[in-house]
């Protein structure tokens, strides 16, 4: 991942806290998640077959994202196509009521004369602010609410926070529990979601409803599908949110750290 590409993403991003912003004044109490692809505003409770008896798969598969009282922290890998293509892993930390989370990625910073070389991209929110640090110049810069720059591209699953992207896509409904199944030789539960041009494929952990893995296919103009953007959690766990563990949702700064206001 580029500078470049990095700026890309996080555009998305300050677009969708945007749109949360908004959606909360309008719903009043109302909860909005304010992160990547959509904002989905109430958990979705459908009693779904699936094996093993009847269980609301879809809510207990949200609730394993945003358990209260606690962080959930995650490393996800991307990859587009079926393959990993390389890309750096994405590091989360998210926590409800209110919603805050952080991520951490890995890049490189292209410089003129051609030269790359390692940097942290991570970005924050909470208190209804967008947060980006520069860690090459250790400015930490600060988006009001009112002044997020619209971004031009709709949704992604990629360039965010995994855990809310990951439950405002379950929570959009239509999802088709398949039950248990083998998966690369791993026992998952899978929920599947058709739209009109794309398929959301959702596996997670049947006993406990952790996120496993998952991918979009898109359908060209044949009919056909083709995989998309794809990704592996490679670490999940739980921590229990308190005066210690908070501090994983915000950057690691320093004494000179700087702020810029937007």
Known sequence: M???????????????????RRRRRRRGTRLALAVPVAVAATIVAIAVPGKGGTVDAVAAARAALAPSGEIVHMKVQMGF???????????????????RWRTRTEGLDVRRNGR????????????????????????????????????ARGPSLLGGDPATDLRAQLGKGDLRDDGVVTVDGKQVRRLVQDAQHQRFVYYMDPDTFAPVSGHVSLKRHDGKFFRGPQFEVVLYERLPLNDETVRLLEFDKTPATMYVWR
């Open 81 to 99: 196509g079926g393959h990993q293509a390389g890309l750096p892993p994405v590091e989360q930390w998210y926590a409800s009521d209110p919603d």
């Open 116 to 151: 790359a070389r390692p940097v942290q991209f991570e970005t924050a929110f909470s208190n209804d602010r967008m947060r980006l640090y520069d860690q090459r110049r250790d400015v930490v810069t600060i988006w009001r609410s009112e002044k997020l720059p619209r971004a």
């Open 2 to 20: 580029t500078l470049d590409t990095f700026m890309d993403d996080f555009g998305r991003d300050l677009d969708r806290a945007t749109r949360t």
